[in-house]
Nanobody
Framework: QVQLVESGGGLVQAGGSLRLSCAAS????????MDWFRQAPGKGREFVAA????????YYADSVKGRFTISRDKAKNTVYLQMNSLKPEDTAVYYC????????????WGQGTQVTVSS
């Protein structure tokens, strides 16, 4: 099992920026891909971004493309989500996840970090 701990959430005004971090520990592997998902109040969990272990491949939801950037520091076993030009509709709990089958269904999840964007 992989343990994931997110941090970096908070309250920000529309147009502002935040950087989320996700530290992984436990049985990590060089084949795992990492994801960010989010869940807004009253809505289902939705995909935000994914990154390969090497960091060479990234994928984004259309709703965040051009505003969010996913990256990883392999030496620190940490994945980041840089969020710029934030909008009130980005308000959600953000979750980090690991896919043991690359880009498959997430196997392990973090506890989530709240991001609130005020208008």
């Amino acid at each position: 099992q992989v343990q994931l701990v997110e941090s970096g959430g908070g309250l920000v005004q529309a147009g502002g920026s935040l950087r989320l971090s996700c530290a992984a520990s436990g049985r990590t592997s060089s084949t795992y891909t990492m994801d960010w998902f989010r869940q807004a109040p009253g809505k289902g969990r939705e995909f935000v971004a994914a990154i390969s272990w090497s960091g060479s491949s990234t994928y984004y939801a259309d709703s965040v493309k051009g505003r969010f950037t996913i990256s990883r520091d392999k030496a620190k076993n940490t994945v980041y989500l840089q969020m710029n030009s934030l909008k009130p509709e980005d308000t959600a709990v953000y979750y980090c996840a690991v896919d043991k089958v690359p880009y498959g269904t997430p196997d392990d999840w973090g506890q989530g970090t709240q991001v609130t964007v005020s208008s």
